[in-house]
């Protein structure tokens, strides 16, 4: 396959119930538990209403990697996904001109496209925030894309330092995105709800005035930690 036009087949897909689980979660849990290390980049950014725990972003990437300012592969890349699939595409980052906008958007959604993480930019803001569909991007341009290529499908990519591979988990939610290795996910997400359960119950003491505060003091006494 030439360099710049192929399509990488193969990959397998993280399990659906293991991606309902990450989707209960908030990604900063998520994220804590990856020892905080595989952000997105803050740049990434919900384009979409993202308000009250709705637009929440969960599922299994299917990678594109493409020329700034060009669509062309992206369209592929939505007529071949699954149900499920979050279109995770690297465009360099370049805002001059949008590789996603209203119509493409839409066709995705009705193929069951779970939503879009794009580090690049989008045009037709008002059309996304205006719903819930999950769309996640560095920039907004009214400018439009070309439609030439090159481009590839299922390749890894590297955005803001975060690596994403065809078929990782990919969540998102109003704080950024995060993609998790399949190979690791469940371990992560065991974790994960441990920590959130444990955060639900300092909710509640918090709320009583129970919250046990001595580790504050604790800490900062063995840090050195004087008074004057």
């Excluded at 939505?78 to 149900?83: N, Q, T």
């Excluded at 045009?123 to 341009?141: C, E, K, S, W, Y």
């Excluded at 046990?212 to 800490?219: Q, S, Y």
Aim: hydrophobic share 45%; aromatic share 6%.
């Amino acid at each position: 396959m030439p360099v710049g036009f192929r399509w990488v087949r193969g990959h397998v897909r993280a399990d659906r119930a293991l991606v309902d689980r990450f989707a209960a979660v908030p990604v900063a849990i998520v994220s804590d538990n990856m020892n905080r290390m595989f952000a997105g980049g803050a740049d990434l950014r919900p384009m979409h209403a993202c308000e009250g725990g709705s637009g929440g972003l969960a599922g299994a990437a299917l990678t594109v990697l493409t020329r700034p300012g060009d669509n062309l592969v992206i369209h592929k890349a939505i007529d071949v996904a699954e149900r499920g699939d979050v279109i995770v595409v690297d465009a360099g980052g370049d805002t001059t001109s949008a590789v996603v906008g209203e119509l493409i958007a839409r066709h995705a959604q009705v193929r069951g496209v779970a939503g879009f993480v794009i580090n690049g930019a989008i045009r037709d803001l008002d059309a996304f925030r205006g719903g819930n569909f999950p769309i996640f991007a560095t920039g907004v341009t009214h400018r439009g894309p070309y439609k030439d290529g090159p481009g590839e499908i299922g390749v890894p990519l590297s955005i803001g330092g975060m690596v994403v591979h065809s078929g990782d988990i990919v969540i998102g939610d109003a704080d950024g995105v995060l993609a998790v290795p399949r190979a690791e996910a469940g371990s992560i997400i065991g974790l994960a709800e441990a920590q959130q359960a444990k955060e639900a119950e300092i909710l509640r003491q918090i709320e009583s005035g129970t919250w046990d505060r001595r580790w504050v003091d604790e800490m900062l006494k063995a840090r050195g930690f004087t008074e004057e």
